[in-house]
């Protein structure tokens, strides 16, 4: 239990009618929502977890707009100890890290200055020249990008393996043969962009288990409100906070979360790669976070009757959604994701893609076609997002590289809003009319 102090005064009559200004002084007792998280919901934790103590009584916690603080004189702090804010021990960060913290289920928590600071620092803090490392063949571009070409130039060595299938056939499949000497560490996305397949977490972590390495999941597609990857017993999980922590479209950031001694690790190496989150962005990102079960829950809904409308379209050749029973990762996904999870409050997620009849030219006229739908990238926020990923996300791909992880030219993505229902279902079938009659296909 902490304690805290406020101090305020008073005006009291007394008998005579003469006023007299006291000063009060009491205490408020608030115990870390962190003791009782089993019996929390999500949605209480998002709203008051980090909040205490409340600073002069406020209801909202004040950004600390400052570079740096005063300095203890006559002691021998070690460097991350120095307050200055690069060094991530800005109030404003530490009170957004413990309301992340209680919400991912943590020990402790870092916020960065964006989801692909959260993936390098988390990485670089585990791996060092000489290492190897498993990942998916299909990750979002930047990681992609990252593991590829960053790592191999620092001496780090990469192995893909194909995170749905642990035991079936090719090379890629045979996961444990895949673990070498010197692997350390098996990377992987819960539900993979823009393809929208589910990772098979319980074999990933059988298989880390068996070979005592360590376990990292970008959680960004799920949020902890449909998965908590560390109580399934992944030792880091890293989320692009831009997306539905925030939920907004007006912060990018991004969070590292675990046991206290590897976010320790991560820390050391944050703070010299100087990925700081500034205060002000801490501020939007813990604003953001008090909705973010209200807004994932609308999304999970909203998603799922949107695949469902496209997926009976007849411009419509095949849809990825988990959500869906003809997605190959629904029975994984139902398992890991939902009620079935003893997750009352879980969904597939709010995003899928579709192909349409016709390639990138349908796409584009179903793109341009749209009333509701913003078209661009990123995902999470308020409003639904339209994006063809082989000319964003993935544009630092080769077609080729694109083609061999499913991405086809005329592939679009939708990421969800919280607008009505209705009406996004409405826009998705309007576009995909628009885009069959104007590229001429019967």
Request: some cysteine.
């Amino acid at each position: 239990v902490r304690v805290f102090r406020i101090w305020g005064s008073c005006r009291d009559n007394d008998v005579s009618g003469k006023s007299e200004s006291k000063t009060l002084k009491f205490s408020c007792f608030s115990p870390s929502l962190m003791s009782h998280k089993g019996d929390v919901s999500i949605s209480t934790l998002a709203v008051h977890a980090g909040e205490h103590p409340r600073s002069d009584g406020s209801a909202v916690f004040p950004i600390f707009q400052s570079a740096t603080f005063a300095a203890s004189i006559g002691t021998d702090d070690a460097y991350d100890k120095v307050r200055y804010t690069r060094c991530n021990n800005n109030p404003t960060q530490v009170q957004t890290a413990q309301k992340v913290a209680e919400i991912e289920g943590a020990e402790a928590a870092l916020v960065t200055a964006s989801g692909m600071s959260a993936i390098t620092a988390a990485m670089l803090s585990l791996l060092k020249a000489g290492d190897n490392v498993l990942v998916q063949s299909c990750l979002y571009g930047g990681t992609y990008t990252l593991v590829h070409e960053l790592l191999p130039s620092m001496g780090i060595t990469v192995t893909e393996l194909e995170g749905d299938s642990p035991a079936g056939a090719g090379a890629q499949n045979n996961w444990d043969a895949l673990v070498q000497p010197n692997t350390k560490v098996i990377y992987c996305e819960a539900i993979t962009n823009p393809m929208c397949v589910c990772t098979d977490l319980p074999a990933v972590l059988a298989v880390a288990k068996r070979h005592g390495l360590m376990t990292i999941i970008d959680n960004t597609f799920c949020s902890p409100v449909n998965l908590r990857p560390l109580s399934l017993g992944f030792d880091i999980v890293i989320e692009s906070a831009t997306k539905y922590m925030n939920g907004h479209s007006d912060v990018i950031a991004g969070v590292v979360a675990g046991k206290q001694e590897l976010i320790n690790k991560v820390l050391f190496r944050l703070n010299h790669l100087g990925s700081t989150l500034d205060p002000h962005a801490c501020f939007l990102l813990a604003r953001g976070l008090k909705t973010l079960a209200l807004r994932v829950q609308q999304q999970n809904r909203n998603a799922m009757a949107m695949a469902e409308a496209l997926a009976k379209h007849p411009q419509v050749e095949r849809v990825h959604y988990p959500g869906l029973p003809s997605s190959p990762s629904h029975a994984l996904a139902s398992k890991l994701f939902t009620a079935a999870a003893g997750n009352p409050k879980g969904g597939y997620g709010g995003v899928f893609s579709f192909e349409l009849k016709g390639g990138q030219r349908a796409a584009d006229i179903f793109q341009a076609a749209l009333k509701i739908g913003f078209v661009a990238p990123s995902l999470g926020g308020v409003e639904t997002l339209v994006t063809r990923p082989a000319g964003t996300s993935h544009k630092g791909q080769s077609p080729e590289q694109r083609e061999s992880i499913g991405i086809k030219e005329g592939l679009i993505r939708v990421a969800v809003g919280i607008e009505d229902t209705e009406d996004l279902v409405q826009d998705m079938l309007q576009a995909a009319d628009q885009s069959s009659i104007a590229n001429g296909i019967k």
